[in-house]
């Protein structure tokens, strides 16, 4: 355990504490707390096809990189499948930005099942504490793209950046810690006009999503697993603040496999 970070600043977490603790954030309740979305009725198999050649010394490679998996998914078949840092294919690695891909997955279904109008709509049609903010007059299309105007930094070695500074946020009593933070940012650019890449705005539509369908995220997920309108995805958990909205754009602790399965 003496590996273990004991504060949530992971972001500058040494590389041994980064080892120990990110295949086992959703086993560690004094760091953060998670739910489980249980495995659904469908799950894509993966089944393993020719090995794959390459000129190169693969677990030399990925010791080089410090990788703790890699898998190659060519036509639906595992071609090559390896693992390091004692880690194993049983083992859960917390996604950290593939998150979002699975955040806006559930934007697509909850358009599709009615609790989004549209991809035009007002972020703050769903959030009505972002009226009046910089993000009053931005649609959910632009949200989803990074493309806001709204002004962020996410330099990950800055401790005053803003994708430093909204994680440790302590917004008053009864709000939203994402939405308190991002809704004091001021305009760079017009909406529209300019890709910037932001993770608090991922965290955002992890909250437009709940206030749309009215469900945490991860409950979102299971009853789209329950009407059989997803699958692919074994079980996973998902991070979760004392407000229960998830952490939405780094919060997926899943093996390998799965997540390629998708």
């Known amino acids: 355990m003496a590996a273990f970070p004991t504060n ?40 393993p096809g020719a090995p ?5 010394d693969i677990d030399a490679y990925m010791q080089g990189q410090r990788s703790a998996a890699l898998m190659v998914l060519h036509n639906g078949q595992v071609r090559l499948e390896r693992y390091g840092l004692d880690f194993d294919s049983e083992g859960r690695w917390t996604s950290f930005s593939v998150a979002k891909s699975l955040t806006s997955t559930l934007v697509g279904m909850a358009v599709r099942d009615g609790h989004i109008q549209s991809m035009d709509d007002k972020v703050s049609d769903y959030i009505v504490e972002m009226k009046g903010s910089a993000y009053d007059e931005v649609s959910i299309r632009q949200l989803l793209t990074m493309t806001s105007g709204v002004a962020w930094n996410e330099d990950y070695d800055d401790p005053k950046s803003d994708v430093t500074q909204f994680n440790n946020h302590k917004p008053k009593g009864g709000e939203d810690a994402v939405v308190s933070y991002l809704r004091q940012l001021p305009r760079a650019v017009p909406a529209g006009t300019r890709w910037l890449y932001s993770t608090g705005e991922t965290n955002l539509v992890g909250v437009l999503v709940a206030r749309a369908t009215k469900k945490t995220l991860s409950d979102y997920f299971s009853h789209l697993y329950a009407a059989g309108h997803l699958h692919g995805l074994a079980g996973f958990g998902y991070l979760h603040g004392a407000d229960l909205h998830h952490d939405a754009h780094r919060a997926i602790f899943l093996s390998l496999g799965p997540i390629l399965g998708f």
Not at 22 to 33: I, S, T, V
Not at 52 to 56: E, H, I, R, Y
């Open 8 to 47: 949530t600043d992971l972001l500058f977490w040494s590389t041994s504490q980064r080892d120990a603790a990110f295949r086992a954030l959703d086993r560690l309740p004094f760091l953060a707390k998670h739910r489980v979305v249980p495995a659904g009725d469908t799950a894509s198999a993966l089944p």
């Open 52 to 56: 794959l050649a390459l000129p190169l």
